[in-house]
Protein backbone atom coordinates (compact mmCIF):
# COMPACT_ATOMS: atom_id res chain seq x y z
CA UNK A 1 0.00 0.00 0.00
CA UNK A 2 2.25 2.68 -1.46
CA UNK A 3 -0.02 5.20 -1.89
CA UNK A 4 -1.57 5.55 1.56
CA UNK A 5 -1.79 8.74 3.38
CA UNK A 6 -2.05 9.69 7.00
CA UNK A 7 -4.38 12.70 7.65
CA UNK A 8 -6.60 13.78 11.00
CA UNK A 9 -10.17 14.88 11.63
CA UNK A 10 -11.61 16.63 14.06
CA UNK A 11 -14.90 15.41 15.16
CA UNK A 12 -17.72 17.44 17.19
CA UNK A 13 -15.83 17.45 20.70
CA UNK A 14 -12.91 18.69 19.81
CA UNK A 15 -11.25 15.09 19.50
CA UNK A 16 -8.39 14.45 17.01
CA UNK A 17 -8.96 11.53 15.31
CA UNK A 18 -6.26 9.71 13.06
CA UNK A 19 -6.44 7.76 9.88
CA UNK A 20 -4.87 5.91 6.95
CA UNK A 21 -6.46 6.46 3.30
CA UNK A 22 -5.00 4.46 0.51
CA UNK A 23 -7.11 3.79 -3.14
CA UNK A 24 -9.57 5.75 -5.18
CA UNK A 25 -13.17 5.92 -6.02
CA UNK A 26 -16.01 5.55 -3.61
CA UNK A 27 -15.35 5.62 -0.40
CA UNK A 28 -15.36 2.89 2.13
CA UNK A 29 -14.58 3.45 6.38
CA UNK A 30 -13.55 0.84 8.76
CA UNK A 31 -14.13 0.42 11.81
CA UNK A 32 -12.25 -1.57 14.20
CA UNK A 33 -13.65 -3.70 16.90
CA UNK A 34 -12.19 -4.10 20.73
CA UNK A 35 -8.77 -3.46 21.46
CA UNK A 36 -7.79 -2.93 17.92
CA UNK A 37 -6.13 -0.44 15.85
CA UNK A 38 -5.88 0.72 12.47
CA UNK A 39 -2.70 -1.30 12.06
CA UNK A 40 -4.25 -4.50 13.07
CA UNK A 41 -3.15 -7.07 9.92
CA UNK A 42 -6.89 -7.74 9.57
CA UNK A 43 -7.65 -4.01 9.28
CA UNK A 44 -4.53 -3.32 6.93
CA UNK A 45 -5.49 -6.52 4.83
CA UNK A 46 -9.03 -5.70 4.55
CA UNK A 47 -7.89 -1.86 3.36
CA UNK A 48 -5.19 -3.73 0.96
CA UNK A 49 -7.84 -5.21 -0.62
CA UNK A 50 -10.56 -2.85 -1.21
CA UNK A 51 -8.51 -0.08 -2.32
CA UNK A 52 -7.98 -1.41 -5.87
CA UNK A 53 -11.70 -0.06 -6.31
CA UNK A 54 -12.19 2.31 -3.31
CA UNK A 55 -11.04 5.33 -1.09
CA UNK A 56 -10.63 3.49 2.37
CA UNK A 57 -9.99 5.01 4.74
CA UNK A 58 -8.84 3.09 7.68
CA UNK A 59 -8.76 4.92 11.15
CA UNK A 60 -7.84 4.52 14.74
CA UNK A 61 -10.97 4.89 17.26
CA UNK A 62 -10.91 7.25 20.08
CA UNK A 63 -8.73 6.90 23.00
CA UNK A 64 -6.48 4.54 20.34
CA UNK A 65 -3.09 4.45 18.39
CA UNK A 66 -3.09 8.14 16.50
CA UNK A 67 -6.49 9.16 17.64
CA UNK A 68 -7.16 11.87 21.05
CA UNK A 69 -9.85 11.40 23.27
CA UNK A 70 -11.95 13.59 25.65
CA UNK A 71 -13.07 12.85 29.53
CA UNK A 72 -16.62 12.59 29.32
CA UNK A 73 -17.16 9.29 26.60
CA UNK A 74 -20.49 8.71 25.29
CA UNK A 75 -21.54 6.57 21.96
CA UNK A 76 -23.06 9.85 20.05
CA UNK A 77 -18.94 11.30 20.67
CA UNK A 78 -18.38 7.74 18.10
CA UNK A 79 -20.71 8.35 15.96
CA UNK A 80 -19.79 11.78 15.78
CA UNK A 81 -15.86 10.38 14.95
CA UNK A 82 -17.34 8.84 12.00
CA UNK A 83 -19.77 12.08 10.54
CA UNK A 84 -16.42 13.79 10.74
CA UNK A 85 -14.34 11.05 8.17
CA UNK A 86 -17.21 10.98 6.25
CA UNK A 87 -17.19 14.60 5.59
CA UNK A 88 -13.59 14.29 5.01
CA UNK A 89 -14.27 11.22 2.31
CA UNK A 90 -16.28 13.61 0.19
CA UNK A 91 -19.46 13.49 2.14
CA UNK A 92 -21.17 9.65 2.11
CA UNK A 93 -19.27 6.57 2.18
CA UNK A 94 -20.00 2.85 3.18
CA UNK A 95 -18.98 1.16 6.61
CA UNK A 96 -17.43 -1.88 7.61
CA UNK A 97 -17.59 -2.50 11.27
CA UNK A 98 -15.59 -5.48 12.72
CA UNK A 99 -17.41 -7.14 16.47
CA UNK A 100 -18.24 -4.06 18.28
CA UNK A 101 -17.31 -1.80 15.23
CA UNK A 102 -20.21 -3.39 14.07
CA UNK A 103 -22.43 -2.87 16.74
CA UNK A 104 -20.74 1.00 16.52
CA UNK A 105 -21.68 1.07 12.62
CA UNK A 106 -25.18 0.21 13.36
CA UNK A 107 -25.19 3.30 15.69
CA UNK A 108 -23.91 5.89 13.52
CA UNK A 109 -25.91 4.35 10.59
CA UNK A 110 -29.23 4.53 12.04
CA UNK A 111 -28.91 8.57 12.50
CA UNK A 112 -26.77 9.64 9.53
CA UNK A 113 -27.82 9.05 6.13
CA UNK A 114 -24.64 9.98 4.67
CA UNK A 115 -23.80 5.90 5.93
CA UNK A 116 -24.77 4.43 2.07
CA UNK A 117 -24.08 0.85 2.86
CA UNK A 118 -23.10 -1.08 5.57
CA UNK A 119 -21.14 -4.75 5.98
CA UNK A 120 -20.67 -6.10 9.51
CA UNK A 121 -18.75 -8.95 10.51
CA UNK A 122 -19.86 -10.71 13.40
CA UNK A 123 -22.09 -7.97 15.49
CA UNK A 124 -21.84 -10.11 19.41
CA UNK A 125 -25.02 -9.20 20.54
CA UNK A 126 -26.42 -12.19 23.25
CA UNK A 127 -29.53 -13.27 21.94
CA UNK A 128 -30.01 -16.96 23.42
CA UNK A 129 -28.41 -18.87 27.12
CA UNK A 130 -25.61 -19.75 24.47
CA UNK A 131 -23.86 -16.14 24.72
CA UNK A 132 -21.19 -15.21 27.66
CA UNK A 133 -23.05 -13.89 30.66
CA UNK A 134 -21.46 -10.50 31.54
CA UNK A 135 -21.32 -9.26 34.80
CA UNK A 136 -23.71 -6.45 36.55
CA UNK A 137 -22.59 -2.85 35.49
CA UNK A 138 -19.96 -4.38 33.05
CA UNK A 139 -18.77 -0.94 32.07
CA UNK A 140 -18.21 0.49 35.22
CA UNK A 141 -16.44 -2.24 36.87
CA UNK A 142 -14.18 -2.24 33.71
CA UNK A 143 -13.79 1.90 34.33
CA UNK A 144 -13.13 1.55 38.12
CA UNK A 145 -10.25 -0.78 37.31
CA UNK A 146 -8.71 1.50 34.63
CA UNK A 147 -9.29 4.70 37.40
CA UNK A 148 -7.51 2.24 39.37
CA UNK A 149 -4.53 2.22 37.64
CA UNK A 150 -5.22 -1.94 37.30
CA UNK A 151 -5.45 -1.85 33.59
CA UNK A 152 -4.20 -5.09 32.84
CA UNK A 153 -7.05 -6.42 35.24
CA UNK A 154 -9.36 -4.34 32.94
CA UNK A 155 -8.13 -6.35 30.09
CA UNK A 156 -8.00 -9.10 31.66
CA UNK A 157 -11.94 -9.07 33.06
CA UNK A 158 -12.88 -7.86 28.84
CA UNK A 159 -10.77 -10.97 27.78
CA UNK A 160 -12.50 -13.29 30.35
CA UNK A 161 -16.23 -12.23 30.45
CA UNK A 162 -16.73 -11.02 26.62
CA UNK A 163 -14.54 -12.65 24.84
CA UNK A 164 -14.23 -16.47 26.25
CA UNK A 165 -10.43 -16.19 27.06
CA UNK A 166 -9.35 -18.32 29.72
CA UNK A 167 -7.34 -17.26 32.14
CA UNK A 168 -4.29 -19.39 31.25
CA UNK A 169 -4.84 -18.12 27.50
CA UNK A 170 -4.79 -14.45 29.06
CA UNK A 171 -1.78 -15.66 30.97
CA UNK A 172 0.29 -16.56 28.43
CA UNK A 173 -1.04 -13.47 26.48
CA UNK A 174 0.68 -11.19 29.09
CA UNK A 175 4.26 -12.53 27.78
CA UNK A 176 3.50 -11.33 24.36
CA UNK A 177 4.53 -8.76 22.42
CA UNK A 178 0.97 -7.05 22.08
CA UNK A 179 0.19 -6.98 25.34
CA UNK A 180 1.32 -3.74 26.21
CA UNK A 181 -0.82 -1.99 23.33
CA UNK A 182 -4.04 -4.00 25.06
CA UNK A 183 -3.21 -2.34 28.43
CA UNK A 184 -2.99 0.92 26.84
CA UNK A 185 -6.06 0.91 25.19
CA UNK A 186 -7.82 -0.35 28.58
CA UNK A 187 -9.87 2.59 28.82
CA UNK A 188 -11.73 2.00 25.85
CA UNK A 189 -13.36 -1.30 26.43
CA UNK A 190 -15.95 0.13 28.61
CA UNK A 191 -16.30 2.12 25.61
CA UNK A 192 -17.15 -1.36 23.82
CA UNK A 193 -19.61 -2.15 26.70
CA UNK A 194 -21.41 1.35 25.99
CA UNK A 195 -21.92 0.50 22.64
CA UNK A 196 -23.16 -2.40 23.06
CA UNK A 197 -25.89 -1.93 25.42
CA UNK A 198 -26.44 -3.82 29.24
CA UNK A 199 -25.81 -7.44 28.59
CA UNK A 200 -25.02 -6.79 24.56
CA UNK A 201 -29.26 -6.92 24.23
CA UNK A 202 -30.33 -7.24 20.63
CA UNK A 203 -31.30 -3.44 19.71
CA UNK A 204 -34.21 -4.74 18.01
CA UNK A 205 -36.00 -0.90 17.58
CA UNK A 206 -32.79 0.79 16.15
CA UNK A 207 -31.81 -2.41 13.57
CA UNK A 208 -35.93 -2.47 12.25
CA UNK A 209 -35.00 1.15 11.30
CA UNK A 210 -31.82 0.66 9.51
CA UNK A 211 -32.48 1.78 5.95
CA UNK A 212 -29.35 1.20 4.21
CA UNK A 213 -28.56 -1.78 2.61
CA UNK A 214 -26.86 -4.02 5.01
CA UNK A 215 -24.48 -7.55 4.87
CA UNK A 216 -24.28 -9.44 7.87
CA UNK A 217 -21.24 -11.69 8.05
CA UNK A 218 -20.04 -14.69 10.27
CA UNK A 219 -17.69 -17.30 10.87
CA UNK A 220 -18.35 -20.85 10.25
CA UNK A 221 -15.46 -21.72 13.33
CA UNK A 222 -16.48 -18.86 15.95
CA UNK A 223 -19.04 -19.52 18.45
CA UNK A 224 -22.16 -20.86 17.65
CA UNK A 225 -24.07 -18.27 19.69
CA UNK A 226 -22.23 -15.28 17.77
CA UNK A 227 -23.45 -17.22 14.05
CA UNK A 228 -27.08 -17.04 15.82
CA UNK A 229 -26.09 -13.32 16.68
CA UNK A 230 -25.38 -12.17 13.03
CA UNK A 231 -29.02 -14.26 12.17
CA UNK A 232 -30.80 -12.23 14.47
CA UNK A 233 -29.23 -8.41 12.77
CA UNK A 234 -29.98 -9.68 9.52
CA UNK A 235 -33.43 -10.85 10.24
CA UNK A 236 -34.25 -7.59 12.02
CA UNK A 237 -33.24 -5.41 9.35
CA UNK A 238 -35.42 -5.07 6.35
CA UNK A 239 -33.98 -6.35 3.12
CA UNK A 240 -30.59 -7.18 5.11
CA UNK A 241 -28.80 -10.40 3.91
CA UNK A 242 -26.86 -12.90 6.29
CA UNK A 243 -23.69 -15.01 5.07
CA UNK A 244 -21.32 -17.49 6.48
CA UNK A 245 -17.58 -17.50 5.83
CA UNK A 246 -16.94 -21.83 6.13
CA UNK A 247 -13.83 -22.39 8.31
CA UNK A 248 -13.82 -19.08 9.67
CA UNK A 249 -12.78 -18.04 13.17
CA UNK A 250 -13.89 -14.31 14.60
CA UNK A 251 -10.51 -12.89 14.08
CA UNK A 252 -10.89 -13.45 10.47
CA UNK A 253 -8.63 -14.00 7.42
CA UNK A 254 -8.27 -10.64 5.41
CA UNK A 255 -8.37 -12.92 2.06
CA UNK A 256 -11.71 -14.97 3.35
CA UNK A 257 -13.67 -11.60 3.88
CA UNK A 258 -12.58 -9.38 1.23
CA UNK A 259 -14.35 -11.25 -1.74
CA UNK A 260 -16.91 -11.09 -0.23
CA UNK A 261 -17.24 -7.54 1.08
CA UNK A 262 -16.40 -6.40 -2.38
CA UNK A 263 -19.03 -8.24 -4.35
CA UNK A 264 -21.72 -6.29 -1.89
CA UNK A 265 -19.94 -3.13 -2.10
CA UNK A 266 -19.42 -3.27 -5.72
CA UNK A 267 -23.31 -3.98 -6.49
CA UNK A 268 -25.21 -1.21 -7.08
Known sequence: MSDIRTGTVISADGAVIGFDQSGAGPAVILV???????????MTGIAVGL????T???YDRRGRGGSGDTQ???VEREAEDLDALIA???GQAAVFGGSSGAGLALQAAARNPAITR???WEPPYHVDDGAPRLPDDFAGQLEDLVRAGRRAEAVELFLVKAAEASPRDVAAMRSQPFWPAMEAAAQTLAYEA???GPDNELPSGLLAGITQPTLVLNGGASPAWMGRAGKAVASAIPGAVHRVLEGQPHYVAPEAIVPELLEFLITA
Not at 32 to 42: E, F, I, K, T, W
Request: with cysteine.
Open 32 to 42: QGALMNRSDPV
Open 51 to 54: SRWF
Open 56 to 58: VLN
Open 72 to 74: SYA
Open 88 to 90: AAG
Open 118 to 120: LAL
Open 194 to 196: CVM
